[in-house]
Structure formats: structure tokens, C-alpha cells
């Protein structure tokens, strides 16, 4: 758990773009819907566990960003249909 609370501290004095940025090249991203899908996820979980996730695991941050995008292009392919 210290470990988390160091890389949370350091966290804390970076600017959003720059962790944004940071959790990109982490797991190799660069496609607008990823980083899209990794906003989301930081809205939704909070940008220092996405960060953490990103320096600690990310194989799983790649799956998680992933599936929130295949999750999105059906929601939209969805509206596409009913619309």
C-alpha cells in the first residue's frame, strides 16, 4: 500500500495533461477514441488510479480502454439503428 501512496503523491503534482499523456505511452495509444475512452475512465475511476494502473499494470489498463471503446461503437451503432 505504500507504493501506491508514493506514486499517488508524486501523482499529485502533475497536471492533468500531463498524466493523460503519461497513461497514453504507457500502453501505446494514440487513436482519438482510446483517448477518449481514457478520459472516461478517469472520470469515472479517478485519473490517479488510471495512472496508477498504467505504471503498475498495463496489460489490464489496455484491456480496460479496449473494451470502452468496443462498448461505445455499439452504443453508437445502436443509436445508428434505432435512429
Do not use: H, W
Not at 487513436?31 to 499494470?57: H, K, S
Amino acid at each position: 500500500m505504500s507504493n501506491y501512496k508514493n506514486i499517488m503523491k508524486t501523482s499529485m503534482k502533475e497536471s492533468y495533461s500531463s498524466i493523460y499523456m503519461e497513461i497514453a505511452k504507457a500502453i501505446k495509444v494514440n487513436r482519438p477514441d482510446e483517448l477518449n475512452a481514457i478520459r472516461d475512465l478517469g472520470e469515472e475511476y479517478d485519473i490517479g488510479r488510471v495512472l496508477y494502473m498504467a505504471r503498475t499494470n498495463p496489460k489490464a489498463l489496455k484491456k480496460a480502454v479496449y473494451d470502452r471503446v468496443r462498448e461505445r461503437k455499439q452504443f453508437i451503432k445502436s443509436k445508428k439503428v434505432k435512429g
